[in-house]
């Protein structure tokens, strides 16, 4: 593996009584595209922060490129917040020289033109920023945060409020961004969209750590406990059935979560006593499971 | 971090922040207003006085004494030849008045009635009543008096000619009737000439220079209107300050340039904006007094000193003021709370126009030298007093200049630790203690 690029030792911060982020170590490697997930108010805008050195650590060691020192934001990493924000009096273009310029890039227009391209924005480029669409102004917002070809790209909820094609289009420009050797971090409520996306992956939960690795190294570690199944009637309540610790109800399937050392077969006996069986797959966990295991409403307080 | 990549950002930031404090439409208009004001003003009143010539104005006079209705009369004729000799020029600015003779007999309430809803009407100017004893002038009251009816009282030229003329006319019925010869009266009435005259100096020939009239009066009004020019320079980019700042706060455009740039730095960029649009406006003020000044002769007036000074001083004003607003403006959540946080620095910025006229009156007393040297107000007072007189000795301006730098630096390092904090603080406005211990934070 590569040197790593981020690399987080024992990291804390706290506002007020609120610990943001609690004894967080984190090592994301060279040239990958990480995924951060994690429900909100978990601490993740607070890590991408200090990643940015916007705000400081109270304990605990931040290194991005071998640095762990410095006030000012490193020119190598590129920054979309999760909160959109542009000056909405400026041309898209112009906006984008400031954007670039401001990253130290000194002859910037070739690129925001390649990128305005890519991204279908061309014609858009001497139009201010406040005639364009919701969706539009994130897509330049994206561009503001990558022009300057940073190493390393912060992308905090990159995919809200696009469109289908727009996410297409967004992923293209992502995968494009690791193709030329940068390191994507982005964090995600689209659960499908980071297992398809990410080579690796991380969850924080009340500003902890509970998951790193790659998606299928997660799903193997959280085991083969997940039954999917189809059947006849799909109204069936299959809570009190043996070994069942949850239900899940995906309208054209459910998937129950067994307690350990369940049974399978003993279940799949019970299914057939009760109904015809259509489909009945020993799995494993979607990430989405797994996340809301961790974070749904019933997880205890103390998931790790 | 290397020095030349903080000064890069800081310019970059810089640009942007004057290119976008220039281009809006409302600083064009506000720059442009001001001598438009001036010259508007100018204009309007010229083209009044000549509108004046064709407005007749007529009053009806009731005589109860008889004895000064010929002679108002006869004035009013006299200035209406006079009026008419002279077509051109000045004169040609001037109202013809009528006296009409109404009969004191006829004088009551209901025709008082009568008379004020004709002037309301436009058709007459005024009435007149003139007391019956008014040659004795004993006892007071009524009949002693001369009592004036019309819509305008203050600004009128009918009344400064009724009231002029009739006393003239009262006094020498009195002195005549004290038994004076009436060519000794005339050489007593005769007009004094009092005329404000300039100080003297000799030119580069040895000839003796006298300062005109026009060029004193216009010396007198300096100071006030460079007091105006200099708010004006300041405050069309400081006040805009915070409504930016805020609005960097609201869209959440502040934490993307977090991501680029020190949060110093930022305001530091953001400042120096500020500056250069100041100067701007200073420079277009600059060259349209210039314009003015050299249009009427009287381009003594802009000193290159004084011209120096007042670049400098409007440049630390803008860091000084600039600092607070945006450090205000990072504090809040929007507009309306920055309103009580605004109330004390405007305060302080405003005190120079409560206090201006002492300052000109008294340019080296101790009031004037005390607040010149005061590090809040110096920017605004001191080049006042340059414009008033020569005689400010040069190390005060001078040190006023290091004070105030010097409290703007303070000022700036304070204002970057509450903008530090407060750009990303979102919730309750803090008070003013929180400020203070944002302020005194370090690292």
């Not at chain 2, 077509?87 to 006296?99: A, H, I, L, M, Q």
């Not at chain 2, 008014?134 to 009918?158: D, N, R």
């Amino acid at each position: 593996m590569a040197e790593p690029v981020i690399l987080m030792e024992g990291v804390s911060k706290r506002f007020g009584d609120h610990l943001a982020v609690d004894a967080l170590d984190l090592e994301v490697p060279g040239g990958a595209i990480y995924g951060f997930i994690g429900p909100n108010g978990s601490g993740k805008t607070t890590t991408a922060r200090m990643i940015l050195r916007i705000i400081h650590p109270d304990r605990g060691r931040v290194v991005v490129f071998g640095r762990d020192q410095g006030r000012a934001a490193d020119d190598r990493v590129g920054y979309l917040p999760e909160e959109r924000g542009l000056y909405r009096k400026m041309r898209v273009r112009e906006l984008l020289r400031f954007h670039a310029e401001l990253k130290g890039l000194r002859r910037p227009d070739a690129e925001i033109l390649a990128w305005l391209e890519r991204l279908g924005l061309a014609s858009w480029a001497d139009r201010p920023v406040e005639a364009l669409s919701k969706g539009m102004a994130q897509k330049v917002q994206f561009v503001a945060a990558v022009v300057h070809r940073p190493q390393l790209a912060i992308l905090d909820e990159p995919f809200s409020g696009l469109d289908p094609v727009n996410q297409g289009v967004l992923k293209d420009a992502m995968l494009e961004l690791r193709r030329r050797g940068a390191t994507v971090l982005f964090s995600t409520h689209d659960m499908a969209a980071a297992e398809r996306l990410c080579d690796r992956l991380m969850m924080i939960y009340r500003g902890r750590k509970v998951l790193d690795g790659a998606p299928a190294e997660l799903r193997q570690r959280y085991g083969r406990d997940t039954i999917r199944v189809r059947l006849g009637d799909p109204r069936l309540d299959l809570s009190g059935l043996p070994g069942v610790a949850a239900v899940a109800d995906y309208a054209a399937y459910k998937e129950l979560r067994l307690h350990d050392g369940a049974d399978p077969q003993q279940l799949l006996r019970a299914l057939i006593g009760l109904t015809r069986v259509d489909h009945f797959e020993i799995a494993e966990p979607s990430l989405h499971d797994i996340f809301l295991r961790i974070a749904g409403p019933a997880a205890p307080a103390d998931a790790a | 971090m290397h020095r030349d990549r903080h000064l890069r950002k800081i310019a970059v930031i810089a640009r942007r922040e004057y290119l976008a404090t220039v281009r809006t439409r409302s600083f064009l208009l506000a720059v442009l207003l001001m001598p438009a004001l001036i010259v508007g003003s100018v204009a309007v009143q010229t083209w009044l006085a000549r509108r004046g010539a064709s407005e007749d104005k007529t009053v009806v006079v009731f005589d109860h004494s008889g004895a000064l209705i010929d002679g108002l009369e006869a004035a009013a004729a006299a200035r209406g030849a006079e009026g008419a000799a002279a077509p051109d020029g000045d004169e040609r600015g001037r109202s013809r008045f009528t006296v009409v003779r109404g009969d004191p007999a006829d004088l009551d309430d209901e025709l008082r009635l009568a008379l004020s809803a004709r002037i309301r009407g436009g058709e007459l100017a005024a009435f007149v009543e003139i007391g019956a004893r008014i040659l004795e002038a004993e006892p007071p009251g009524p009949s002693t008096m001369i009592a004036y009816h019309a819509e305008s009282l203050a600004f009128s030229e009918l009344r400064r000619w009724l009231e002029q003329t009739a006393r003239q006319r009262v006094l020498q019925r009195r002195l005549l009737a004290a038994g004076i010869a009436e060519p000794a009266i005339e050489r007593a009435l005769a007009p004094v000439v009092f005329e404000g005259s300039g100080l003297l100096s000799r030119g580069a020939d040895g000839q003796l220079q006298r300062t005109d009239a026009a060029q004193a009066i216009a010396a007198e009004f300096a100071p006030l209107a460079l007091l105006f020019l200099l708010f004006n320079a300041i405050l069309l980019t400081a006040q805009p300050a915070l409504q930016a700042v805020i609005e960097e706060k609201q869209q959440r455009i502040a934490e993307v340039l977090l991501g680029s740039v020190a949060p110093f730095d930022l305001m530091l960029g953001k400042l120096l904006g500020y500056v250069l649009a100041s100067l701007t406006v200073l420079v277009v003020y600059l060259l349209a007094a210039g314009g003015l000044a050299q249009h009427y002769g009287l381009l003594g007036l802009l000193a290159p000193a004084l011209i120096a000074w007042v670049v400098a001083y409007v440049a630390v004003a803008v860091l000084l003021y600039g600092a607070i607003f945006v450090a205000i403006g990072a504090a809040v959540n929007d507009l309306k709370e920055s309103q009580n946080l605004m109330l004390p620095a405007m305060l302080v910025i405003m005190a120079p126009l409560f206090v201006w006229s002492e300052v000109v009156a008294e340019p080296l007393g101790q009031l004037a030298t005390g607040l010149s040297l005061f590090p809040m107000v110096t920017p605004l007072i001191m080049p006042m007093r340059l414009a008033v007189t020569g005689a400010v000795p040069m190390w005060q301006p001078a040190l006023g200049l290091m004070l105030t730098a010097l409290t703007a630096l303070l000022v700036v390092v304070a204002a970057g630790r509450i903008f530090r904090v407060g750009i990303l603080a979102y919730g309750k406005a803090p008070t003013l203690r929180e400020l203070a211990r944002w302020a005194l934070l370090k690292g």
